[in-house]
């Protein structure tokens, strides 16, 4: 049986790295009592699998995994039960078993959509420089990947850019974008440098993940069919 959740990232566990989040997980569905699927071999390890890992520091609304399991297991309150034993600002909220045959999270999502806090810059200003860059042939980032920086064209990375609104404390603007995910990620501090050299964002937010099927967006989890929301969902998204 293979699951896959969505889970919120929020507050000071944004600073938790990718690779402790996998411990956390792994903690929390030992604790829960799921009977696990495991690896072969010597040092045999839980199969699971999370998405785009999301850099150090941003938070998400959408955040994903998936999780193989030796046998069934009820979905109803398995959301809630899983949140009871995350740390503050991690929730599970949907649940669905899916297909085993469904290709990775990695190689499905193709689009991030962000929020973005850029202070110190007027809503007037930044929509002026929006449509600049969204005129643009050509963005030219350096980026560093394994130690190796390198100059890249990142315009093509950026699909929908607009500003969403005033960001008040500090003040400033609230960018709205859609960024790739393939075959490189474009980050949002890439996207400031591009367009506002030597700024860094306040913060940033991950909204959704998006995978093409037919043609149409969809996200990796919506909550239909199977799956089930955390009680307090509505809550949190207030």
């Known amino acids: ?47 699971v699998s999370f998405g785009l890992a999301l850099p150090t520091g941003y938070e998400s609304d959408g955040e994903y995994l998936d999780v193989d399991l030796a046998g069934p297991v009820p979905l109803d309150g398995l959301c809630a039960r899983l949140s009871a034993l995350l740390p503050d600002g991690m929730d599970a909220t949907a649940v669905a078993e899916i297909d085993p045959r469904e290709p990775s999270l990695q190689e499905a999502v193709q689009w991030c959509s962000w929020t973005i806090d850029l202070p110190d810059v007027a809503p007037p200003e930044a929509a002026t420089r929006v449509a600049q860059l969204l005129a643009a042939t050509e963005l030219r980032v350096a980026r560093t990947r394994k130690g190796v920086e390198a100059v890249d064209d990142i315009r093509g990375g950026i699909g929908r850019l607009e500003v969403a609104g005033p960001l008040h404390e500090p003040p400033g603007t609230i960018l709205a974008a859609d960024l790739v995910a393939h075959p490189r990620a474009l980050r949002p501090s890439e996207l400031v440098e591009a367009g506002w050299p030597g700024q860094a964002p306040l913060r940033a937010r991950r909204t959704h993940q998006w995978i093409e099927r037919d043609g149409a967006r969809a996200e990796p989890l919506e909550l239909r069919g199977g799956a089930t929301a955390a009680p307090h969902v509505e809550r949190r998204a207030s």
């Open 1 to 47: 049986m293979r699951l896959r959740l969505r889970f919120t990232k929020y507050g000071k566990v944004r600073f938790t790295s990718h690779r402790d989040v996998a411990r956390i997980w792994e903690r929390a569905f030992r604790r829960a009592g799921l009977p696990l699927a495991y690896t072969g071999g010597f040092s045999p390890r839980p199969r």
